[in-house]
């Protein structure tokens, strides 16, 4: 019978496999070789794969919500410049209007995606 040191070994040992991009069949029979039951061993697999993939998804929240604050800061610098350039103008002379900037900016915060809807 296994002891708690090994399975928390076989756990972390299966999760570095699975992030490294190894197949959750081959990391099954990794544990099975290893000495494990298939019950342990499916058991192990799974909170290996659900701690994977928590992780993921953590990390996907963190781009997405970096992106929606990058998107409005270049919607602030966008209406910063509009507004200066507009109020820099004598009358009826023209002033610039950041459109591209400012309509990025909004997709960006909008969606969190910097890819761009093109």
Do not use: W
């Amino acid at each position: 019978m296994k002891s708690k040191v090994n399975h928390e070994e076989a756990f972390e040992n299966a999760v570095i496999a699975l992030s490294s991009g190894q197949g959750e069949n081959l990391v099954h029979a990794n544990l099975v070789d290893s000495g494990f039951s298939n019950k342990d061993a499916e058991t192990i697999l799974q909170s290996a794969l659900e701690h994977v993939r928590g992780k993921q998804d953590k990390e996907k929240k963190s781009q997405e919500l970096l992106c929606k604050l990058i998107g409005i800061g270049l919607c602030a610098i966008g209406i910063g410049a509009l507004v200066y350039s507009y109020m820099s103008a004598r009358p009826g002379a023209m002033y610039v209007v950041p459109g591209g900037l400012i309509g990025y900016g909004f997709y960006m915060a909008a969606t969190g995606d910097y890819r761009g809807p093109f």
